[in-house]
Structures are given as C-alpha cells and as structure tokens.
C-alpha cells in the first residue's frame, strides 16, 4: 500500500480502439495529432521527473492492468481508480483528457504542458475531489446553484441564481469551496452516465465505437438567471477564482443559457468578457423565452422559478 500523501496518476500507455477514434475524429491535421503525441508522451515519459512531483505521485500505468477495455472511465477503471488511497478521477490523464487540454489551448505546446503542469499540482494540493457538503451547508441551502436534469444530448445541467449570491454576506473559502464541490458532483454525474449507459453498450455490441463516442458526454451546461442581478452579487474574488478554476476543468463547458438578462448583467458582462476567450463567449447565449433552444433542451426541466 501506498505511503499517505502519495496521489496516483493515471495514464494508459497503449490506447484502446476507442481512444483512437476520438484522437482520429477529434484532430482536424496531421500537425494537430504530433502535438498531442508530443503531449502524451512528455506526460508518460517526463512528468514523473518535475522535482515538486517526484515526492508527491505514484505513475499508474492502466494499460499494464486492464485486461481488455474498450475506453475510459468504465466499471473497471472507476474500481480500479478508487481502490487506491487518493484515487481521483480527475487524475485520470488519458486520451479524452490530454485532447481537452489541447483544444483549450490550441494545439499550442507549451501552453498545454503548463496548463497541464499546473493543473496536476492545483489538484494534488486542493484535493476538490475530498470536499464534504457538510461543511458547505449554508452555501448549499442558499439557492445559488444545484445541478437539475440534463439537456437533450444528456449533458448534466446546472442552475446558478446569482441574486443569492451576496458579496458582503459570504465567507470567501466556503464560497470558493462550493464551486469545488458542485464542479466535482458534475463531473461524476458525467462519469456515472457513461459508466452506465454508453461503455456497457459497447461492450455487448449494442453500440458500435462511432456511436458511443457521439453519445458520449464530456461537457456540462449551465442556465443562468440573468434578471434580478444586481450590484450586491458581483463578487470580483469569487469570478477570479472561477475563471481560473475553469482552466482546471478544460473544455467542460457545452454552453450557458442566461435567461433575461438585466441591465445589470451587462454590467457584469463588461467586467468579466475582457478575461474570456473568443471560443468562451461563443458559449454563451441570451435566452428570453426557454422556447427558443427546446431543440436543445428539455423545457420540462427547467425550474419552475425560471419559467
């Protein structure tokens, strides 16, 4: 067993078929695939020898275990994952991983490696995955956000209410905390979906690896009340945070509905954009009747207090 304050990382050094069709039809040249082997391979070959990390991880390879797998995140490799002291998920750095983080940060070598780099020692530091909601009662029975159904490509989907939100009236760790905390729920729930309901497919045939790879989920969506924003919700630590905890959760975001937005949200909307990307802010679309993305969305399960 391994020593406390030990994290496994896990990789997989041979892909599986599955992994291979995502790397085909997720990379648009042939310049596109050479870095993220590039990437791939300093991750395997070189993380292991950063001086901070030497002392911190044990290097799993999920290759050497697995028996037969036809991708990521399935039964096997959860159990496999959690039967290790500090097991995280989120330490899992395989193909669907390393493809994200290039994409955010577009095929660019080394913005990859130190995005990559500092999201791995954010992770071993933090430790989102150990956050308890216990100790984030109040933040959980505020209202401000609470993931609610999912979308009609089965993307979970979360519900922020920033008039709930007050600057003034919140302790900053607690605050930061708790978008931890829901950040790491919706990434199970994405875990879960396709631990049950796209990789068993697969394995009996029910799916072929092209149709499991387009109805995999990756990504989650938000729907933002955009109407009662007002100027005791804009908390200027808190986004900060925010947007740099979103560099650690590349390319999770499908897209944000804000529903009838204030004129105080554009007020907002002004601080805030000058730190997003072209790519981000293409994410985000105003909505005024819900009616308008029901191709996109389920209206039935949009709460009712946003109807």
């Known amino acids: 067993m391994e020593e406390s304050g030990i994290s496994p990382i896990f990789?997989?050094?041979e892909k599986t078929e599955f992994q291979l069709l995502k790397l085909e039809k997720t990379c648009n040249t042939q310049e596109e695939k050479d870095i993220y082997f590039k990437v791939e391979n300093y991750i395997i070959n070189e993380f292991k020898n950063i001086s901070k990390f030497k002392e911190q991880l044990q290097f799993v390879n999920l290759s050497e275990i697995l028996n037969n797998s036809n991708g990521s995140f399935n039964e096997e490799i959860i159990n496999i994952v959690k039967s290790y002291p500090n097991g995280d998920l989120g330490l899992?750095?395989?193909t669907f991983c390393i493809l994200r983080f290039c994409i955010a940060r577009k095929y660019q070598y080394q913005a990859i490696i130190n995005l990559m780099t500092?999201?791995?020692?954010?992770?071993?530091?933090?430790k989102p995955q150990l956050l308890k909601s216990e100790p984030l009662k109040k933040e959980l029975m505020s209202g401000k956000a609470f993931w609610c159904g999912k979308d009609k490509e089965n993307s979970p989907t979360i519900t922020i209410n920033p008039q709930h939100h007050i600057s003034y009236d919140r302790v900053l760790e607690e605050s930061l905390d708790y978008t931890l905390f829901l950040g790491?729920?919706?990434m199970n729930e994405i875990f879960k979906f396709n631990q049950l309901e796209i990789y068993p497919?697969?394995?009996?045939?029910?799916l072929t690896l092209e149709e499991g790879l387009n109805q995999l989920i990756e990504q989650y969506v938000i729907l933002y009340d955009g109407r009662f924003v007002a100027m005791k919700n804009f908390d200027i630590p808190v986004i900060k945070e925010f947007l740099r905890y979103?560099?650690?959760y590349a390319e999770r975001l499908k897209v944000v509905y804000i529903y009838k937005p204030s004129w105080s949200y554009y007020i907002l909307w002004k601080s805030v954009?000058?730190?997003?990307?072209?790519k981000t802010t293409s994410?985000?679309?105003m909505v005024n009747d819900w009616k308008e993305v029901e191709d996109k969305i389920d209206i039935h399960q949009v709460p009712k207090d946003l109807d």
Do not use: H, M, Q
């Open 92 to 94: 899992v750095i395989d």
């Open 273 to 278: 954009s000058p730190f997003l990307d072209k």
């Open 246 to 248: 979103a560099n650690y």
């Open 184 to 186: 790491e729920y919706g």
């Open 201 to 206: 497919k697969i394995e009996k045939k029910e």
């Open 11 to 13: 990789y997989f050094s």
């Open 283 to 285: 994410k985000i679309v």
């Open 118 to 126: 500092e999201f791995l020692d954010w992770r071993l530091e933090k």
